[in-house]
């Protein structure tokens, strides 16, 4: 993870990143120039044949050898243990007492379980688990955490910068503590990037679960924007309750290599603040990890 504000490279890679997005997003495009030519002779040459096609593209930070060792690594680790017959891993927290010595809570009073009865009443009801994928999108503005983001995916093993890739650009992420890792529903995709994901050379990474793959993502947090590198699961929504089709924000290398505060509408208006109706609420980042294992303070 890093700021997103700007990113310096050498301006072969620039044009590099430029010209994959470009081959993928508008592979129609030709530009004829004399075979010996110049750099800045070309370039003009590039931008007339562009024409009035221009297209947002995300710059990345060129990934070293070590770190795209680390995340192949990771993805494999991922594979192996949904193959394996254990269960789905859990961790407690840490806390600063005994916590066999929790005490039990008080009873209730009248006028709490009347004002209790209230917010019931007043609850939406979920027709399955309340998953954050069984909420209908009208509730999840309200509900849920959403953050917003752009994000690139390559396959693992992506050989250079003009292999497929996918590019969302400001989506909807689904703030779920309680999801593994990062989930993405395939047929958010793209038809020609669904198909490239079915080659055999993703094989390693698929499982019963899924594919992984690699995000690279901008993301937007209350206090600033960052990009952060992680491996996301792909599946098919027919794996989530209602199958909605959307973004999981989860667990492994998202939320667990962050810190951070949540401040619910509800407190932020308590302190007298204007947030509107349609606001959650703030998720402030202090601090993360990145791909290298090295905490990063804001």
């Known amino acids: 993870m890093e700021s997103v504000a700007t990113i310096t490279h050498h301006p072969s890679d620039l044009l590099r990143e430029v010209g994959a997005s470009m081959n993928w997003r508008h592979p129609e ?3 004829t120039v004399p075979m010996v030519t ?14 009035e096609v ?7 930070r060129i990934r070293s050898k070590s770190e795209r060792q680390i995340l192949r690594q990771v993805a494999l680790e991922n594979v192996q243990a949904d ?12 806390t600063a007492y005994d916590i066999t010595s929790l005490p039990y809570p008080k009873l209730s009073s009248e006028s709490t379980r009347k004002k209790l009865k209230e917010n019931a009443a007043k609850t939406p009801h979920f027709s399955t688990d309340p998953y954050p994928f069984s909420i209908r999108a009208t509730i ?9 983001g752009n ?4 396959g693992i093993d992506y050989s250079n910068d003009d292999d497929p890739r996918e590019v969302l650009s400001s989506v909807d992420m689904l703030w779920d503590t309680g999801a593994q890792q990062t989930i993405i529903t395939e047929e958010l995709l793209s038809e020609s990037f669904r198909q490239h994901l079915k080659d055999t050379q993703h094989d390693p990474y698929r499982s019963k679960d899924g594919l992984r793959v690699q995000m690279d993502a901008a993301i937007g947090f209350s206090n600033t924007p960052i990009t952060l590198t992680a491996i996301v699961l792909i599946v098919p ?10 973004i999981l924000f989860g667990q492994q290398q998202c939320i667990d290599h962050i810190s951070y505060r949540s401040i ?12 509107g109706e349609e606001m959650w609420g703030d998720i402030v980042l202090d601090e993360f990890i990145d791909v290298n294992d090295e905490t990063v303070s804001l």
């Open 38 to 51: 110049t750099w800045k002779a070309a370039l003009s040459a590039t931008q007339s044949a562009l024409g």
């Open 237 to 246: 929504k027919s794996t989530v309750p209602n199958e909605r089709v959307g």
């Open 29 to 31: 495009i030709s530009v």
């Open 83 to 94: 193959n394996s017959s254990s269960s789905a891993g859990v961790c407690s927290i840490r």
């Open 140 to 148: 999840t503005k309200r509900t849920l955490p959403v953050l917003k």
């Open 151 to 154: 994000l690139i995916l390559r």
């Open 264 to 275: 619910p509408r509800r407190i932020l208006k308590g302190r007298g603040e204007d947030i």
């Open 54 to 60: 221009d297209e947002t593209v995300i710059i990345t």
